[in-house]
Each structure stands twice: as structure tokens, then as C-alpha cells.
């Protein structure tokens, strides 16, 4: 008999989502319960190889195109229908009691938090340019965030970070699994060549000491980040314009 | 999102229609005459300076990195100044940002040589990159956000398997042993023992109470929980003869397989339950009957089912239709001629 076999039976029946590790409970407690060889064998399944066998009976049920599927919550396990099938579903056991959706404030403080923890709350505002108080004292009431520690700089202030509730609520597997974690965990921004701010005749337009030092000026507007490279035909007009 | 501010025509406003904001107009009033008809605008309300900042470049419909800053500072203090006329309440984070911005576009009046360079590293002062590096870094969590909402409504359709324990009836741990008539018969002994002490002997009772009776009272308080203590049910006789008659009833009720008394350990409690496959019958019937049917229905899963092994059917003479499977029905019927 397969591992994955013994486990899907057991997250068939079982009552909660489990852990690889409440699975190896499971098989290490099996043999009281039976004396075959088969149970015995398995007493002492290491976690890896649950989760290895787990991992390969989703990819299966994934590939089988049914209406359930094994996913992992949280990092426990448990058979779940697929969205599509929610009218029905919802018809025979109705809906599900969940708490009102999130505001977009909340979701953008939330996904700050969530890929940037442990995160303080003055960082959070610098990203998003506003105050998150009454945000966060709505994150921190639904049990999504949790205070997680405190930042070694001046005043210590409060960290943040996300709870499981956090990921269960969104059925997230881990933090890792976040879209787009590597990504967003810590934004690199590429600062580009040169930054295109200047409106046509603003800082280009010579006053009258720029005419007297016509020649350094343009070298410096070829060289400079700010306007003259990537609008070299603009330059052109307005020096001719000059002229 | 958002909120209804009221305003009047020929009020500053119309010169507000110009700008790229998120104004819906609606008359909520039929123009009437010379009356001012007041009109309902609906001004979305941003999450702060940046939300407000990517509306305004998505509007220009540009790169984030190609946007052009003095035009969006323009924008920008329009909008708080059509803020400001419709008397909103400004945040200050608005006035910050909007202060930031008029510096870049003063900064940008000066020719690049004049330009003052801050103190220190001009590179990552350079208040322009500053602003374009907050406004992607609070783009991308934008979109995480969004991300976010599509799991969050995507998980509301998902429904887990969640079986309810299964029901395995009362005794589905380890079956208690069935306690044996002489436990029973202990077990009411003590309970008259109590009752002996207060009898009084010189007085004669009628019967008050009957087998029947005391069948339906126990059938009924069984019927409502799963089980009963054997001293539970004595608990309120309150005669010799009333805990006989319940005994009594109690016997019956165990011999017509209505009842199974159990006892978890060695002189433990013992507690009678409905049996597991309980013959159903209507309280108030008559024991007899109940006894006749029970026997009835004993007769017929332990009658010997198949017909060849019946002593009076002869192996020698098969069912006329058998024909030709006969061969091969000899070998059961031969198998009993020690019945005969």
C-alpha cells in the first residue's frame, strides 16, 4: 500500500485539516489499533516523506481535473471543491459564515504587512502615504495581524506581522506561497537613466545669464539626469528657438 | 467608496468639469426655472496623495517612470483646490504631498546647473526619484492588495470536506460487558435493602402498579436519553413492591431485546440502554403482544432459510424445475442425510 493512499484515506475522513506532522501521529499510532505488517511498517514515517507524498497526491488531484481538490492551508491539509462548484455546494450546506469582505485600505495595509513583516507601523505609513491607525485597529480586531515584536531603534516601537488566520482566511499554504512573494518582499527599483519631469520650456528655457553661457549649458543638459538625453529633439528646438 | 457633496450651477464649479477628476455629475432636481438646481457629485475618495497620484497617471495613461512630474503637480493642487472649494475636509497628508510637488516644479524652473544640489549624495536626494520610487513601491502593494481580493472572493466559493464524526451508535467505544442476570439481581438487592428498613408490614396495600405500566415508563425515559443508571431507575419507588414490579418490568423488557444492561467495570454502575437494534414498538402496547412479535422476529432470522435442508424434503426428489442444475444441487442435498 502507498503512503500517499494511506494518507489520503485518513485526510478523507479526518474532521480538521492536518499537518504532516498530525499525519505522523496518525501512522505512528496505527498499530495499536492493528497488528498487520503493512502498519507497522509505516510507525515511524519521517514528516518529509509525508509531505513529499502529499505534495504528489495534489499534483495528482490537481492533474485529474475533478471537483475537489487536496490543498494545504496553513500547512494542514484537507480536500476542498473547486470555486466553480459553489452554487451547488452552496445550495446544500448554504453559505459560508464568513465576516464581511475587506476595504481597500485594509487590503493594502494587509499585503504591506504581509510581505514586509515584521514591520512597524510608521513603515507601513510610508508606504502608503497615510495614517493606518484605524486600519490596523480593524486588521488587528479580525486577528489577521498580530503584534510580533518590537524594532530595535529608538522607542521600540510595535511590529507587525500576519497570523494564521491570516492564511487561512485567504487560503494561503505559507507566507512563501504570497503572489509574487520574492517580488514584493523587497522592492528593488530600478532608478532609470534619466527621469523625464520637464514640461517643455520649463528649465530648459534659457534666462538671460544661460545665453551668455550657451556652451557650458548644453554640455551640462547632455550630461545632467534630468532632461536633456532622452528628449534630445526638444532640446534642439528650443535651443534653435533661442537662436 | 466615495461621497455625495451637494453644489449649485453657475457656482465655480462648471470651471471644475475642465479637470481630470473623478466627477460624476447628477441633477438630483429638474432644472425649475430661475430656481438653482442643485446637482449631486459623486467625488471619489482616494486611500491618500499617492493613491491619487496613480489615478491621475493612469489617467495620462503613462509609465510610471515616464510620467511627467510638473504636469502631475499641476493636477494634483487642482484637485485640492477643487477640494478645498467643495469645502472637503483636506488630509494633511494631501498638503505634504502637494508641498513636495510645487518643490520639484520649482526646482525644475531653475536650469540643471543651478540647480541646487542637496547636501550630501545628490543622487539618492533627487526629490523626483524619491517620489517615483514611493509611488512604485505602493503600486506594486496596490496590486498585491488586488491580488489579495481575488483570493479572498475566490475563497469564499471554496468549500472543505469537513465529514461530522461518524456515528458508530451508543457503545461505539469498547462494547461494555452485558452485565448477567445475577448483577442484576445484586444490583436490586441493595436497592430493596434501603427500602426494607422503612416497610411497614402491618398494613396492607393494593397494587398500585403493573408490569405493563412499568414497561412504558421505563420505554419512555430510555426513549429520551441514550441511557440509564440502574439506580436512576429505582430512585423514586418508594415501595417493596413498586421496585419488584420495576424490576420485573425491566427483565421483560431485557428478554424481549428492548433493552441491553450494560456494566462498564466489576461492581460498576450498570446502565441500561435502548437496544442497538431496537424492534419498535408504539409505547402503550401491550408486553404480551411486543413478546409475540419479538418472538415472531427471532423466528424468522434464525429460521434455517434454505429449504433442501429441511428434514421433511426428501434429497431424492428435486424441485421439478430444476431440471438440469439438479447434478449440481445432490451434493447439498446429501450432505444431510444425518438429519434423517
Known amino acids: 500500500m502507498e503512503l500517499k493512499f494511506i494518507l489520503e484515506s485518513i485526510l478523507f475522513s479526518a474532521q480538521r485539516p492536518l499537518s504532516p506532522k498530525d499525519l505522523r501521529d496518525v501512522l505512528a499510532g496505527a498499530p495499536e489499533h492493528s497488528e498487520d505488517a503493512a502498519v507497522r511498517a509505516l510507525k515511524k514515517t519521517p514528516v518529509d516523506n509525508i509531505a513529499v507524498a502529499l505534495e504528489e497526491l495534489a499534483r495528482e488531484h490537481e492533474q485529474a481535473q475533478r471537483s ?21 455546494v452552496k445550495a446544500l450546506v448554504g453559505h459560508k459564515s464568513r465576516p464581511p469582505r475587506l476595504s481597500q485600505p485594509a487590503l493594502e495595509t494587509l499585503a504591506i504587512v504581509a510581505y514586509r513583516q515584521p514591520i512597524t507601523r510608521a513603515e507601513i505609513e510610508q508606504v502608503r502615504g497615510v495614517a493606518v491607525d484605524g486600519v490596523m485597529a480593524t486588521l488587528l480586531e479580525r486577528g489577521l495581524v498580530e503584534q ?10 510595535i511590529t507587525y506581522g500576519t497570523t494564521v488566520a491570516f492564511l487561512e482566511y485567504f487560503g494561503i499554504r505559507s507566507l512563501d506561497d504570497l503572489p509574487a512573494a520574492d517580488e514584493l518582499r523587497r522592492i528593488v527599483v530600478q532608478k532609470p537613466e534619466s527621469l523625464l519631469t520637464v514640461d517643455p520650456g520649463l528649465a530648459t528655457t534659457p534666462p538671460e545669464q544661460l545665453t551668455l553661457t550657451a556652451a557650458p549649458s548644453e554640455g551640462a543638459a547632455a550630461e545632467g539626469p534630468a532632461s536633456g538625453r532622452s528628449e534630445p529633439p526638444e532640446t534642439n528646438r528650443l535651443v534653435s528657438d533661442a537662436d | 467608496m466615495g461621497h455625495w457633496v451637494t453644489i449649485f450651477p453657475g457656482s465655480t464649479f462648471c470651471r471644475c468639469q475642465g479637470l481630470l477628476l473623478p466627477f460624476r455629475m447628477r441633477r438630483s432636481t429638474p432644472w425649475a426655472g430661475e430656481r438653482m438646481a442643485e446637482y449631486k457629485v459623486k467625488f471619489e475618495v482616494f486611500e491618500g496623495p499617492l493613491d491619487l497620484l496613480l489615478y491621475l497617471i493612469k489617467k495620462e495613461e503613462v509609465d510610471i517612470y515616464d510620467v511627467n512630474l510638473t504636469q502631475l503637480a499641476t493636477q494634483f493642487i487642482e484637485y485640492i483646490e477643487v477640494m478645498r472649494m467643495l469645502d472637503l475636509e483636506i488630509a494633511g497628508e494631501f498638503l505634504v504631498m502637494a508641498s513636495s510637488l510645487m518643490y520639484i516644479k520649482s526646482r525644475e524652473l531653475l536650469p540643471v546647473d543651478q540647480q541646487v544640489v542637496a547636501e550630501g549624495e545628490d543622487e539618492g536626494e533627487d526629490p523626483r526619484w524619491e517620489l517615483i520610487r514611493q509611488l512604485v513601491e505602493y503600486k506594486k502593494f496596490k496590486d498585491a492588495a488586488a491580488q489579495l481580493q481575488t483570493l479572498e472572493q475566490r475563497q469564499d466559493e471554496i468549500y472543505p470536506r469537513r465529514p461530522i ?14 452485565a448477567s442476570l445475577f448483577d442484576l439481581i445484586n444490583a436490586v438487592n441493595s436497592i430493596l435493602k434501603r427500602l426494607n428498613q422503612r416497610e411497614d408490614l402491618r398494613d396492607i396495600f393494593e397494587d398500585k402498579w403493573t408490569v405493563s405500566e412499568k414497561i412504558e415508563y421505563i420505554l419512555g425515559e430510555i426513549g429520551k436519553g441514550a441511557s440509564l443508571k440502574f439506580s436512576a431507575l429505582f430512585a423514586s419507588a418508594t415501595s417493596r413492591s413498586e421496585v419488584v414490579v420495576t424490576f420485573l418490568a425491566m427483565l421483560e423488557l431485557i428478554r424481549l431485546r428492548q433493552l441491553v444492561a450494560v456494566q462498564d467495570s466489576a461492581f460498576g454502575e450498570i446502565e441500561l440502554s435502548p437496544a442497538p437494534v431496537t424492534t419498535t414498538s408504539p409505547p402503550g402496547v401491550n408486553p404480551g403482544e411486543a413478546y409475540a412479535a419479538a418472538v415472531v422476529q427471532a423466528a424468522v432470522e434464525t429460521a ?34 444425518a438429519v434423517n
Open chain 2, 165 to 178: 464524526k461518524p456515528d458508530f451508535g451508543a457503545d461505539a467505544g469498547e462494547p461494555k460487558a452485558q
Open chain 2, 304 to 337: 434455517p432459510a434454505p429449504t433442501p435442508s429441511r428434514p421433511d424434503v426428501s434429497p431424492d426428489t428435486p424441485p421439478p424445475d430444476e431440471g438440469l442444475s439438479g447434478a449440481a444441487h445432490h451434493p447439498a442435498a446429501e450432505s444431510n442425510p
Open chain 1, 148 to 157: 510580533v515584536g518590537r524594532a530595535e531603534v529608538i522607542g521600540r516601537p
Open chain 1, 68 to 88: 475537489y481538490r487536496l490543498v494545504c492551508v496553513a500547512g494542514s491539509w484537507q480536500f476542498v471543491t473547486q470555486p466553480e462548484f459553489a452554487p451547488w
